[in-house]
């Protein structure tokens, strides 16, 4: 899945694969969430961080979580296969 230009990452990846494998490299802006606070609505993501593409390690968490941002009224997507898809679909 080619990226979007002009989205905001959300990363549900725990805080020690965050550091591991940092997406802050790919140009754009990265915010770092649990999915509980997404369930929980305590998110704290607007309209104003415009598209957001959701990632994890694998793929799982991702879709669940977008359709709970978009149940939110958010502009949100999953990136389908994780962080390794999502920083091959850089590479292109």
């Known amino acids: 899945m080619p990226v979007p230009e002009a989205v905001t990452l959300v990363d549900l990846r ?3 694969l965050r550091r591991g494998r940092p997406l802050d490299a790919l140009g ?3 915010i ?3 999915l509980q606070a997404i369930e929980d609505g305590e998110h704290g993501l ?3 961080h415009g598209p957001l593409l959701v990632v994890c390690e ?3 968490r991702s879709g669940l979580a977008a359709r ?3 149940a939110d009224g958010l502009d949100a997507q999953a990136h389908p296969g994780g962080v390794d ?3 091959a679909a850089f590479k292109r």
């Open 14 to 16: 725990p805080e020690a």
């Open 28 to 30: 754009l802006p990265v």
């Open 32 to 34: 770092a969430l649990q």
């Open 46 to 48: 607007s309209r104003e």
């Open 58 to 60: 694998r793929g799982a």
């Open 68 to 70: 709970y941002l978009q």
């Open 85 to 87: 898809a999502l920083l």
